[in-house]
């Protein structure tokens, strides 16, 4: 397993965030965390990221116990979150907004081929490299923090919420790049509010109930089911 989470415990001062969480993504993977506002879900992604530390359990990537790994090491691992609301650099251009994800890294010839294949990958974009972030749209500002996510050349990516606040359009869109980042190679943690969008794309999935994982199976099964149809697909 390229990320194994093993019994995580996480507080928030006297109040238990995360319960005895479980659960594994595969290399090649996209697997999809989802869940009701308040779940965990974002707790979840920034405990494996190391913005939060557990009280307890291990945090397994490519067979390496995370758990107390600073989060600026972590990204030269091979992990990079996506963060919910983008948190783009407003007054930073597009291209020094992406020139910041490929901070671990010293190969400026490898940095250059990377950035091209992030323009590839969001035309856009390259179309506006020279522009202040805070001038893109919502769409094109989560584009950003996907290409400046991609810049560390992660092994897997964690997504928390990409469709959040974007237009119907413009949320087909990412889930189609998200597609194409992971036919690219990448493997993907997804946590997503759309919980149908998040399992037609999905491998796997498990569904996390006030910190708790209390469902998991391939996407295509939790989709046929009926309860987690009537509780997240509002059937």
């Not at 009537?230 to 059937?235: F, T, V």
Request: proline share 3%.
């Amino acid at each position: 397993m390229l990320l194994t989470i093993k019994d995580l415990n996480v507080y928030y001062g006297v109040i238990q965030a995360l319960k005895g969480v479980n659960f594994s993504v595969d290399k090649g993977e996209i697997v999809a965390l989802i869940g009701a506002n308040g779940a965990g879900k974002t707790t979840t992604l920034h405990t494996i990221s190391g913005l939060i530390e557990p009280k307890s359990g291990q945090i397994l990537f490519n067979g390496r116990d995370l758990s107390h790994v600073p989060g600026h090491k972590r990204v030269a691992l091979g992990l990079s979150q996506v963060p919910e609301g983008r948190r783009v650099f407003a007054d930073m251009t597009v291209e020094d907004n992406l020139r910041m994800g490929a901070y671990t890294r010293k190969d400026k010839g490898e940095i250059a081929s990377t950035m091209e294949m992030v323009f590839e990958r969001f035309p856009r974009l390259k179309e506006r490299r020279g522009q202040l972030s805070g001038t893109l749209s919502g769409g094109e500002q989560q584009m950003l923090a996907m290409g400046r996510a991609l810049m560390s050349k992660p092994d897997i990516l964690l997504l928390d919420e990409p469709s959040m606040g974007l237009s119907p359009i413009m949320v087909n869109e990412v889930f189609d790049i998200i597609r194409q980042v992971h036919e690219d190679g990448t493997t993907v943690l997804l946590v997503e509010q759309n919980a149908r969008k998040a399992l037609n794309i999905a491998d796997r999935a498990y569904v996390l109930e006030t910190g708790a994982i209390t469902s998991a199976g391939s996407a295509k099964e939790l989709l046929n089911n009926d309860s987690i149809r009537k509780a997240y697909l509002g059937e």
